[in-house]
C-alpha cells in the first residue's frame, strides 16, 4: 500500500506540473505518463482518468492546507493570529496554484463540470475550518454563543467566494495571479471582509 501511495502522489507531482504549464485541456495522459516513463496502461491502473488526476492534485493541495490551519484555529488564543495563519496559507495556495481553481471559466459564468466539483471540495474543506474558527471564537468569548458556527460559516464561505470572483471579473482582462502585489492587495481586502463578519458574531 505504501508503494502505490507513493506511485500516485508522483503521479500527482508530474501531472501538476504539466498542468502548470499547458493547462488542464491541453495536458494528456500520454504525456503524464511519458514525463514518468511508465505506459499509459500504468497510469490508468492508479487513475481511471485525466479528471481523476486533476480532482486528486487538488484534494491533496486543499487538504493540507486548511489542516494546517485547523491545528492552529482549535488552540489558538487569538482570534487574529488564526486569522493569519488563513490569510498567509490562503495567499500562498492562490499564488502557486490558481491555475488549478479555474477562475476564468466562472468570472464567464460557465464554470465546467469538474470546476464545479473542484468549487464544492474547496467549499467544503473551508467551511469546515471556518465552523472550527467560530467555535474557537465562543470558547474565546469573541464570539457570541448564540451564533451557529455551522450556518455562519456557511455563510461567510458563500461570501468570500463571490467576492472573490467579482474582484477576478473587475480586474483589466488578461490580468495574472502570479503578480504578487496585486494577490496581496486582494487578500488585505479579504481580510477586511472577514474582520468585518467576525465583528458581527460577538
Known sequence: MAEQDQKRQLILEAALKRFKRYGMAKT????????????????????????????AAIKGIVNKSFEDVIRIAAVSESMEEIMEAYISSKEKV???????????????????????????????????????????????????????????AQLLANVMFGFWVVWCKRQTPGFDLQDRELLHTYMEMERDVMTIFFRGLA
Do not use: N
Open 28 to 55: 494528456t495522459m500520454e504525456e503524464i505518463a511519458k514525463d514518468l516513463e511508465i505506459s499509459k496502461g500504468s497510469l490508468y491502473y492508479y487513475f481511471p482518468d485525466k479528471d481523476h488526476i486533476y480532482v
Open 94 to 152: 492562490l499564488f502557486d496554484y490558481h491555475f488549478l481553481f479555474g477562475i476564468h471559466e466562472w468570472i464567464h459564468e460557465k464554470p465546467s463540470a469538474i470546476m464545479r466539483q473542484v468549487s464544492d471540495m474547496v467549499e467544503k474543506a473551508e467551511v469546515c475550518f471556518l465552523s472550527t474558527w467560530i467555535k474557537r471564537g465562543v470558547e474565546l468569548g469573541t464570539i457570541s454563543k448564540t451564533q451557529d458556527p455551522e450556518r455562519c
